[in-house]
């Protein structure tokens, strides 16, 4: 469903009226929303209501889109706050770093390596990281490595400076990294067969 | 140098995030140096996991999504139905408030008094000389200056929170 045409030339023909336009953004965005979603929301049905919405209301807000940044910059804010007042109104708790004893929590919380249950791929066994994860660095690491958003960018979209990004990027990192040793050491070994 | 440092240095490396001259030193370790080349490949292989494709939504999800939109209208941009004409004469008035108040509190004060020697310490202004009372017993007045407050400290408060929203969306 490609038109040859960029972001900001779709968004001026939606904005003139042309609203199949944004069909061509939703394809090509779709993956990456929902991706970011998940991050949040692990539910897939939940994930998907809620990316729906995302869409929705980036179509309702297009007019205050002044192409200053990038679209998808300005579409993953929107992904975050509504994810926000998705699980406000659900009340589930956003896992914080700063949140004494939650990766703890986090470690006795999760399944690793279920017997019975193989990885068979690199992004069956990234997901099942993630899962480890708390929400901060999941979305971080989904936004630099997956939606390829820049640290300045990143920076925008959770209203933090480039370096503190760059720092919980990092983080963030080590992190999965630790997750990854500790739950799913065979399937480290095996990463390059996969 | 220890292994968190290296692999800091490493990352910044393959993700070009570092300086020439950093990048410099670090290919010059990686030639030599055995630790520094397993700790680049143990990286490389987390920066090819990390890169994997989005995952998707049903086959479902653009369909609903159009559906959805076709009964939805753009709605006009927030700057277009803020009048800032009205902001301006919100300011103008809070404004002659705060003029009017300070040049009747200066009219009340004493400048002429030299009465006391030059050295010792001396206020601008005797407070004792205001007659306040004649001020703030009537109730009118009292309302006023209340209505002022609460306005002062609601503008104040979309003050802070606009600030706050155009920190966190950058300006797109």
């Known amino acids: 469903m490609s038109t040859g045409l960029n972001d900001n030339e779709l968004i001026a023909r939606v904005k003139a009226g042309d609203q199949q336009a944004y069909a061509v953004i939703v394809q090509h965005y779709q993956g990456y929303v929902f991706t970011l979603v998940l991050r949040y929301v692990p539910n897939r049905e939940d994930a998907e209501e809620v990316a729906q919405d995302v869409f929705i209301k980036a179509y309702r807000s297009l007019a205050d889109f002044r192409g200053e940044a990038r679209f998808s910059t300005w579409l993953y804010t929107i992904a975050r706050t509504t994810c926000l007042s998705f699980l406000r109104r659900k009340q589930q708790p956003v896992h914080s770093l700063d949140q004494p004893g939650i990766q703890e929590a986090a470690s006795q919380l999760s399944t690793p390596g279920i017997p019975g249950i193989e990885i068979k791929t690199k992004n069956e066994l990234l997901r099942r990281a993630y899962g480890l994860l708390n929400t901060d660095d999941s979305t971080i690491l989904t936004l630099y490595y997956q939606a390829e958003q820049s640290l300045d960018e990143i920076g925008r979209i959770l209203g933090i400076e480039p370096n503190a990004a760059k720092v919980r990027l990092h983080r963030a990192r080590t992190r999965l990294k630790e997750k990854m040793v500790q739950h799913f050491p065979r399937e480290i070994k095996d990463l390059s067969s996969f | ?172």
């Not at chain 2, 630790?35 to 990286?43: A, C, G, N, S």
Request: proline fraction near 3%.
């Open chain 2, 1 to 172: 140098m220890m292994k968190e440092d290296i692999e800091l240095r490493i990352w910044n490396f393959v993700e070009g995030t570092c300086s020439h001259d950093e990048k410099a030193a670090v290919q010059q370790h990686l030639d030599t140096d055995p630790e520094w080349q397993r700790i680049f490949l143990e990286v490389k292989e987390m920066q090819q996991l990390l890169a994997q494709e989005p995952e998707l939504p049903s086959l479902r999800f653009t369909k609903n999504v159009m559906e959805e939109i076709t009964r939805q209208q753009i709605a006009p941009a927030a700057q277009s139905y803020i009048n800032k004409r009205i902001i301006w004469a919100i300011g103008i008035f809070l404004g002659t408030i705060i003029a009017a108040t300070l040049a009747y509190g200066f009219g009340q004060m004493n400048w002429k008094d030299n009465s006391a020697p030059v050295k010792e310490f001396k206020p601008l202004a005797k407070l004792d000389n205001i007659d306040f009372s004649s001020i703030f017993s009537n109730n009118l007045v009292n309302g006023f200056l209340l209505l002022n407050i609460i306005l002062g400290l609601f503008f104040l408060d979309r003050f802070l929170a606009n600030k706050r929203r155009k920190h966190q969306s950058g300006g797109f």
